[in-house]
Structures are given as C-alpha cells and as structure tokens.
C-alpha cells in the first residue's frame, strides 16, 4: 500500500491539538476580533477542515491583510530559492492566533514612553537605548584561603580507608540482615540467625560511629546526626533481637504443651518417666 501524498499527507501530529485542549472549540476563538495590520501566527486546527491552510503555512507568521465574516486574509512571506515572495491566502478563524512576536518591543516603548515622562517632570536627561550588558569583574581564587575537602581526605588517607572499610561493613551486615529476615519467613533459616544478624548490624554501626570521632571536629553537626542515627539503629536491633526471643519462647512453650489423650502407651509411659 503506498504512502498517500494528498494536501494534508503527514500532518496527524503537527495538526493535533495539545494535552487537555481537544474537545470543543473556545468561544474566545470567534470573539477575537482581528484588524488590518495585526501579526498573526498560523497553526492549523485539525477539528476544522474548512478553511485549513496548506501544510507548508503551518506554524508561519503573517499580516492581515482583509477581514470578513468567518476568515482573514493573511499576507505570508514565503522563500522561493534565492528570494521570497508575497503570498496572500485566506483562513479561518480556527487556524490562527494573535502573535507574540511584538510582546518585547510593545513593553519597551510602554516603559521608553514612562522612563520619558518621568524624566520630563524632574527635568532631567534619560537614555533610552539599549545597551549591551556588560562583562563581569574579574576575580580570583586562593588556594589557600578556598582548601579543596579531597585535601583532608587525603592528607588523612588511613583514616579515610578505615571511615570507608566500617561503612562498607555496615552495607554488608545490612543486606544480611535482609536476607536473613527473608530466610526465616521461607523457613530456610532459624530466628537464632536472626538474632545474630541483628547484633552484627548494631556492632557494625557502632564502629563507623567509633571511626568518624577520631577526625571529627568540635560541636560537628554530622557527627550529632550520625551518633543519633546510631543510637536509632541499636534501639531497633534491640527490640528486633527482643521480638525474636519472645518468638523463639512462644514456639517452646507450644512444643511443650503435648496432648496426652492422643500419646500411645508406651509413649506416655515414657513421658512420664521423664518427668520423675
């Protein structure tokens, strides 16, 4: 099947309205008035096929040149090789738009025509031209008053190596944690795991707390933060730890409770024995 090459070939998207304005059209649309020598864009309304312009004026800017009932008749500038030529077309109300092109140069002779009157009633001079903006001042850098933070890191790099080794094992205890917790829920693992797991989380935080005091500086904010995490982190794993245990003598006592209504003979015969 070939690919169709009509007026309007290849335009389902550029014709497509935007996110949240299909539907009906507004009726701002209609009531807009147009006059001779507005500048307008054009932008083609695919809900509308009356009156749509060609696809190649899709996205110009125009002139108006006449007005009538429904449509206006634009003058567009269209490049042919070397040269453009005037192309006069008429569209529809829905394909076109007030154009925003001139919003700069409108604000400039508002505030040109106030800077003007303000200066009359002082009787002073003002300038109205633009000027370029200019360069910034120049400045520059000391080394030694702006110490780069990698400088301290590796002034001190055994320290740096032992900070990164306790953080890594904090990482590493955690995820074991996890899979351990995972493990218990699958009954791959026991809670007694669990427990140790834990321990080794709250050991682990405890030394990185333990290494970052030795280059912590006086009152630091960081170092508040990360003891107060750190005790956070012990108070959990002790009342993780706390929670298993209870678990661990809820099961035992379960186990202990046997029915002896449903023991053999020689099975309460042997309970009892134990028991003496």
Known sequence: MGHAAGLR?????AFSRNFRQKGMIKLSTYLRQYRVGDIVDIKAN???QKGMPHKVYHGKTGVVYNVSKSAVGIIIYKKVKHRYIEKRINIRVEHISPSRSRD????????NARLRKEAQ???????LKRLPVAPRDAHTISLKENVPETAFYKKNNRWTEGLISAAKAVASSTNTLIETADGVLSNRNSPEHLI???NDVAASTAQLVAASRV?????SKSQENLESASKAVGAACRALVRQVQSMIKDRQQDEEQVDYSKLGAHEFKVREMEQQ
């Open 46 to 48: 695919g809900a509308v």
């Open 196 to 198: 140790v797991a834990s």
């Open 9 to 13: 070939a290849g335009t389902r998207y």
């Open 121 to 127: 009633a002082e009787g002073k001079t003002v300038l």
């Open 215 to 219: 280059k912590a500086g006086f009152m």
């Open 104 to 111: 700069d140069f409108l604000r400039r002779v508002k505030e």
